[in-house]
């Protein structure tokens, strides 16, 4: 399995980015993807995930400004962020659990300027 981010870079507080996680390989149903972010000297924390069926979580911080979506044909997962902050910058990860294992993208950097 191999994940492939895209999307990432730089802006403006305020502004948007749309990352985008094509999954490949043996991709099997009833998984959950999701999208990590490590800010500079912090640990990974959860973003935001989302199932198969649709189902989503987000993390607190980026509630109402984060939406998480999915493409199951396409195997792929975006997150749409808006309202950016600086706080919001991070190498952000790509997550893909399929059990029993979970796999992970390359990263893409997020730098939210104030």
């Known amino acids: 399995v191999q994940l492939v981010e895209s999307g990432g870079g730089l802006v403006q507080a305020g502004g948007s980015l749309r990352l985008s996680c094509a999954a490949s390989?043996?991709?099997?149903?009833?998984?959950?993807m999701g999208w990590y972010r490590q800010p500079p000297g912090k640990q990974r924390e959860l973003v935001a995930r989302?199932?198969?069926?649709?189902?989503?979580t987000y993390a607190d911080s980026v509630k109402g400004r984060f939406t998480i979506s999915r493409d199951n044909a396409k195997n792929t997962v975006y997150l749409q962020m808006n309202s950016l902050k600086p706080e919001d910058t991070g190498d952000y990860y790509c997550?893909?659990?399929?059990?029993?294992?979970?796999?992970w993208g390359q990263g893409a950097q997020v730098t939210v300027s104030s």
């Open positions: 989302i199932t198969s069926r649709g189902s989503t």
């Open positions: 390989g043996s991709i099997f149903s009833g998984n959950a």
């Open positions: 997550n893909l659990n399929q059990k029993p294992r979970t796999y």
